[in-house]
């Protein structure tokens, strides 16, 4: 398989994390790692370690644009990822810069809960997420709880594929391109990730991990697909792609001792290229 574009420039849109695991600092990581250029507008700060967020403050809208403006006017973007929007402002804010940059591709990871169970939102903007922004991304990556936000029911069981199936073409039906909804916290030896679109479905199946240096897992797969997504010919191969990256950085991080709590990963494991080339 032939890489597209080795070298692709990707700008993140999301909240700080001081520690290092999660937000704009993991997807740095991450972005660099699989051998793009990472760009950064931060939307919040918060104050937090791998024991949980103590404070949430955020930047603004009228900052967030003027971070925007500055990259979209000058560097040439190939993908955006989206993680944490605390408010309102800051999610109207990115919707008109995607309406007005119309990037190639968008990913958006809809944090709103961190690891430790803390909120990352200072308000509900449900209504708006769905209404504002889901039209304009390329693919949503909610885990089960922000699945369960998003389409205003009730989170899947830990054993209800069916349920999860449901709450996607829900998000489907109200303009969402694809989907892909994560599992990890589904029973059993195997973690499983569905993706959907309108006219395709895929299910990728991992096993398990035994630890608790999860902290930041879900802003590095979103991370890990805007960079692949421009190197590679279609959606289900950077999602594999970045499925299996993940999973190695899950792994090489098992016996870390990085904070009293949720760990993070190891996203520098073993260079790049060859995330590309893993098979299942």
């Not at 644009?65 to 408010?87: R, S």
């Not at 989170?155 to 039906?173: F, I, P, R, S, W």
Request: overall charge negative; glycine content about 8%; aromatic content about 6%.
């Amino acid at each position: 398989m032939s890489v597209i574009n080795p070298n692709p420039r990707v700008l993140t849109i999301a909240g700080s994390d001081p520690s290092a695991g999660a937000g704009i600092q993991a997807d740095l990581k991450t972005i660099s790692a699989l051998g793009g250029y990472g760009c950064t507008a931060i939307t919040a700060l918060t104050v937090q370690n791998t024991q949980g967020v103590a404070s949430l403050n955020p930047v603004g809208a009228d900052l967030i644009l003027a971070q925007c403006e500055a990259i979209f006017n000058d560097i040439n973007i190939n993908a955006v990822k989206i993680g944490m929007l605390p408010d309102i402002d800051s999610v109207e804010i990115v919707a008109g810069i995607l309406k007005k940059y119309r990037p190639e591709f968008v990913v958006w990871d809809p944090v709103m809960v961190a690891t430790s169970g803390d909120a990352l939102v200072t308000e509900d903007i449900t209504h708006h997420l769905m209404t504002h922004l889901l039209p304009l991304v390329h693919v949503v990556t909610p885990n089960l709880n922000e699945l369960a936000q998003l389409t205003m029911s009730p989170e899947a069981a830990t054993t209800d594929e069916g349920q999860v199936e449901a709450q996607c073409h829900a998000l489907l039906n109200r303009g969402a391109r694809a989907v892909l909804a994560k599992g990890g916290h589904f029973e059993g030896k195997d973690a499983v990730d569905w993706l959907f679109t309108n006219n395709f479905e895929d299910r990728y199946v991992k096993p398990r991990i035994d630890t608790q240096n999860t902290h930041g897992s879900g802003c590095t797969l979103s991370s890990a697909i805007a960079c692949l997504r421009p190197q590679l010919p279609n959606l289900p191969e950077a999602v594999r792609a970045a499925k299996n990256y993940v999973q190695i950085a899950i792994s090489e991080a098992v016996n870390w001792r990085i904070g009293k709590g949720h760990g993070p990963l190891d996203h520098f494991h073993e260079g790049t290229s060859h995330y590309h080339f893993s098979g299942e």
